[in-house]
C-alpha cells in the first residue's frame, strides 16, 4: 500500500472509521505506522506481552499455537481485521504467533505508546477502535465456533452426542 492516500481510502471505507470524519481518520493515522511483512515473517510471537496491535491493510496474517514439535494453525486475520489486540489489552503473554502468509502484507501498527497518547487526546477516535476490536474479537470466535462444530459433526457423525 505505502501510498498515505490509499489508506486513507481504505480507512474511509472500513467499518472501524465509518462514524469518524477525514479529519479525525488523518488524526488516527498519525498515531499509527505502517509496516509490512513478507511470508513466513513472524509479526509477534507466542509468550510476549502485547505491545501493539494490527490492522490487517492487505495480505492475511495466520495465528498459530505451537506445542514444541509443531505449530497448528487456529484461525486468520484478512484484509481490514485486527490482529494481536486480545494480548494488547490484557496485557496477558500471547498464546498464538502471528506471522505473515504472503509476500508484501501491508498491516496498520498501533503501538501501546501511541495508543496511550491517543486515548487522552482523542477518546472518541479510541471508542470507535474499541468498539471495533470487540467486533472483530466477535467474528473470530463465531469463525471459531463454526470450525469446532464442523470438526466435531465429522469426528463424531451428525446428530451423536
Given amino acids: 500500500m505505502a501510498d498515505k492516500e490509499i489508506v486513507k481510502r481504505f480507512l474511509r471505507d472500513h467499518e472501524l472509521c465509518k462514524a469518524l470524519t477525514a479529519s479525525e481518520i488523518d488524526t488516527f493515522l498519525e498515531y499509527t505506522q505502517e509496516v509490512t511483512f513478507n511470508r513466513g515473517d513472524t509479526i509477534a510471537d507466542i509468550g510476549e506481552v502485547g505491545d501493539a496491535l494490527y490492522l490487517v491493510l492487505s495480505g492475511e496474517v495466520v495465528l498459530l499455537a505451537d506445542d514444541g514439535n509443531e505449530e497448528l494453525e487456529v484461525g486468520r486475520m484478512r484484509q481490514g481485521e485486527l490482529a494481536g489486540e486480545m494480548s494488547f489489552f490484557d496485557r496477558q503473554p500471547r498464546t498464538v504467533r502471528l506471522r505473515a502468509v504472503k509476500d508484501d502484507s501491508h498491516l496498520l501498527k498501533l503501538s501501546r505508546e501511541m495508543y496511550k497518547r491517543l486515548r487522552v487526546e482523542h477518546p472518541y477516535i479510541v471508542v470507535n477502535l474499541l468498539e ?4 472483530s474479537l466477535d467474528h473470530l470466535v463465531r469463525r471459531q465456533s463454526s470450525d469446532v462444530a464442523t470438526f466435531t459433526r465429522y469426528l463424531y457423525g451428525k ?3
Avoid: C, L
Wanted: net charge positive; glycine share 14%.
Fill in 159 to 161: 446428530g451423536k452426542k
Fill in 132 to 135: 471495533f476490536a470487540i467486533v
